[in-house]
């Protein structure tokens, strides 16, 4: 017997993986810290006791999106949602991508807009970041003006960089661009900067946020972007039938109503953050870099990069702490990224990393 194989432009696809390993702390996949807060689980748990689970969902979810469209100040019908950020853009990939069309990333970036790009069979074209890991408005616009893309997938705050985009650049970007613009915020409450309010029904632009990481949902997955209407209405006629059910549209509604919550959090790990920052970049041996996230982005200096930042990640994790290894990607070869924990986690990655690298350059 002879079992199928997977089309060709597949065969040498990885999938997605970021290690979960049994350490104390655990800073590796950019989730809150925090749970959410009992009082949104004990509301959300009474609304779906009382939820009909023998019907079918609102398959439009209409009270999630009048929610988010309230809170975003924006029309209702530029709210589109789904099964976190990721089916967002699977879904924008599925509907404005495909064999005969073109997307364009700046690398290094979040590996799944390349990665959902191959999925859904649409030639992907890079860019390059500049040593900062900006991206020059100028290269952005030759580049484009080059391929001609269909869809410009930009990151800000960029994963794994931190990077907050400028006005600037964005403004480039929607002028020179010939098809839809696509910026994945799904660390912009972190940020002080948006492109939200550039979103018109008359805009090429589709903003993309997630429930991940402010809300501490990362478990119920749940995701968004906005969009314009027309781009709205065809990314409706894509997505599977049925696709959010009641747990995670009820969890999305009811979440919104604990907003103040959320800005306390969203202000505890921006000072956080910076507590780190000025601290690792206190360190010998250490680059740190800027970031508008809940992470921050680390080289460790010296010796063979990617094998020096590899040998402090598997250090660390001996010590109990576990961090994202990116020092083997291209671009960003002995860096390691760390995401922002509580204060007491943040105490705890600080002395592992100092107990890491003494003992890799006295090696």
Not at 250 to 273: C, D, K, W
Not at 277 to 298: H, K, Q, Y
Request: aromatic letters at 8%.
């Amino acid at each position: 017997m002879t079992f199928p194989e997977p089309r060709d432009s597949l065969k040498a696809l990885e999938g997605y993986h970021s290690p979960q390993l049994d350490v104390d702390v655990r800073l590796n996949t950019n989730e809150s810290p925090y749970p959410p807060p009992p009082a949104f689980v004990a509301a959300w748990l009474a609304e779906l006791g009382a939820a009909p689970l023998h019907r079918y969902p609102d398959r439009s979810a209409r009270e999630l999106r009048a929610a988010l469209a309230a809170r975003l100040d924006q029309p209702v019908e530029r709210i589109f949602c789904a099964n976190g950020s990721n089916e967002v853009l699977q879904t924008i990939l599925l509907t404005y991508g495909g064999p005969d069309r073109l997307a364009l990333v700046f690398e290094p970036t979040y590996a799944l807009h390349e990665h959902i790009a191959r999925i859904t069979a649409t030639p992907v074209v890079l860019g390059e970041r500049g040593d900062d890991f900006a991206i020059d408005p100028d290269d952005a616009r030759a580049r484009i003006d080059a391929e001609q893309p269909d869809i410009v997938f930009l990151c800000s705050p960029n994963n794994p960089t931190g990077t907050v985009d400028d006005r600037e650049l964005l403004e480039v970007v929607l002028d020179a661009a010939p098809g839809l613009v696509v910026v994945d915020e799904a660390y912009g409450e972190f940020a002080h900067r948006s492109a939200l309010d550039l979103v018109g029904d008359d805009v090429p632009l589709v903003v993309v946020r997630t429930y991940s990481k402010v809300w501490s949902l990362a478990g119920l997955r749940l995701g968004l972007c906005v969009a314009p209407p027309r781009v709205v209405a065809e990314l409706e006629k894509v997505v599977l039938p049925y696709h959010l059910d009641f747990a995670t549209q009820i969890a999305g509604t009811v979440a919104l109503r604990f907003g103040s919550e959320m800005e306390r959090r969203v202000a505890l790990l921006v000072e956080e953050r910076e507590r780190l920052f000025v601290e690792l970049g206190d360190r010998d041996g250490i680059t740190v870099f800027p970031s508008g996230a809940n992470f921050l982005l680390f080289r460790i200096e010296g010796g063979s990069p990617d094998d020096a930042g590899h040998e402090v990640w598997e250090a660390m994790v001996r010590h109990g702490v576990l961090v994202r290894d990116f020092s083997r990607w291209p671009r960003v070869e002995g860096c390691l990224r760390v995401t922002v924990g509580t204060p007491a986690e943040n105490d705890v990655f600080l002395a592992a990393l100092d107990a890491a690298m003494e003992e890799v350059q006295g090696a």
